[in-house]
């Protein structure tokens, strides 16, 4: 029982919600980029909330079910045609085998999340299904591969399907660790900036324009987590996502808080947004 | 030994604890004594070490930061030393110039000869300051000033995993393939970084590191004793 991967599409892999407790030997969380949307999906099926889903990135594969299954879409919103008929977003949809699913016109963010009843069924490496680098086999999805699932699909009773945040040209940040170190005029710019996704932006890091006053603030490595905003000396801004390595020697100015994590997940580059300090985490001596 | 920290809410469901701003074994030390309290109270935390801090992270949100701040504070004071032991890992290089293929610049440029650079990196004992950058990626500090070297001027866009090199002040393994502009001197047959093995990596923060010097023949040797799971790691426990 499996998905046939005819066209593998820009960047798909298969993701849930990461590796737990492998940090400390310098293996990233990673998992889906935008987690509240893989949790949508699941949820349309009744799956478990962290089941392993397809992230689907800017273009969408060609994918051919060699079962009868229930598929749901959630994040991203693209066209989806079953066999070229149109078929819902955000809904349970009843997939007969043989039948080809393909990806049209990208309407609204840029990662979509493809769930199917039961989840995707690739092994696991390190207690998680997440594709990622040095730690699982491939890091996407390559044109002929064939994606396990389960034997029987048994589709589960559908509970609270979680809310979408709507973007509203804000991401929520924290302020980091070293952001008193900061000078006057580079806390200005971080309240007042209207800042632009580059095109240096992946799983692994989104670097952003434009940069801040450059600085000499030394800093022995210490550990970063997703959300992390470094400032490196140059004065330009880069925000850690899921892949991002786990150790940084930048000063850690910013925290996303995870819902802004999902929110900038979707950003195409050159999209825009400010930052909105949320009130300051505590602090203790 | 005891420090003062300071505690901070880094994000939903992490608290960063900090060290005063010190490269110290002792200190580092301190960190795992305290890490392991901490695992050993709060069983589904999941904490990372690195130089002078440890971020702490809950499955779930945190609720009342106060309490949780007080009850760390609590097992800080409480913590008994000596409930961390660390390992002594030796760990095999192989220094022939087919490996360490910027040796003879490394040694021109220092005035040095092979021997003695190979016997300035074998003498010392490494401590284990960070792991991260790359899954099994050690930050070793201890290198003796004679070694000191900057890095390479354009960054190789292959290093071959097991490479043994030396940047600045530091030296440390390549755990796999990967681009890097550290200048190399010999290579490890030993899987710094591997899935199938558990725990994928066989170091932890605050663990020392030696160097012994191996020729090419037990270098081949050892991978093969490695490929078919018969090499068995010369790790002991650490006295201080």
Redesign the interface.
Known sequence: MSIKVIKAGMYTSVQDLGR????????PKGGAMDQMALKTANSLLGNQLDDACLEITMIGPVLQFQVDTYIATAGAEFELFLDDQPIPFREAVFVKSNQVLKFGKLKRGIRIYLAVCGGIQTPK??ESRSFLK??TPFHKLEDGMELPLLDKCVKSQVFAVPKQKVFNGFLEV?PG?EFDSLSDSQKEQLHKYEFKVSHLNDRMAYQIEPNLDKHQMDQ????V?A?SVQLTPKGSLIILMRDG????GYPRVL????ESIDLIAQMATASKFKFRFLTK????? | MSY???????????V?I?WP?L?DQALLKDINEFKKAIELHFPKS??????????L?F?SYIED??KL?NALKKLYQNKKEGNYKSSLIRIPVCYDPSFGVDQEQMCDDLQISPAELVALHTKNTYTV?????????M?LGGLDKRLYHPRLIHPREKVPKGSVGIAGMQTGIY??ESPGGWQLIGRSPLDL?K?END???FV??GDKIQFYPISTDEYQLISIQIETNIYHLDKTPYVH
């Open positions: 737990i407790g492998y940090g400390e030997y310098g293996v490496v390190l040095r730690v924290y660790p022995l490595t210490s550990v987590v959300g390595q786990t150790t940084g925290q996303l808080s995870e985490l505590k602090e203790s001596l | 003062q920290l300071i505690y901070r809410q880094y994000n939903e469901r992490s960063l900090q701003q490269i999941y904490s990372v070490a690195s130089y002078c801090e440890l971020m992270e499955p930061y106060s701040v300051f960070a792991i991260g950058f790359l899954p099994g990626f930050y755990p796999g970084f899935v725990p994928p990596c932890c923060v």
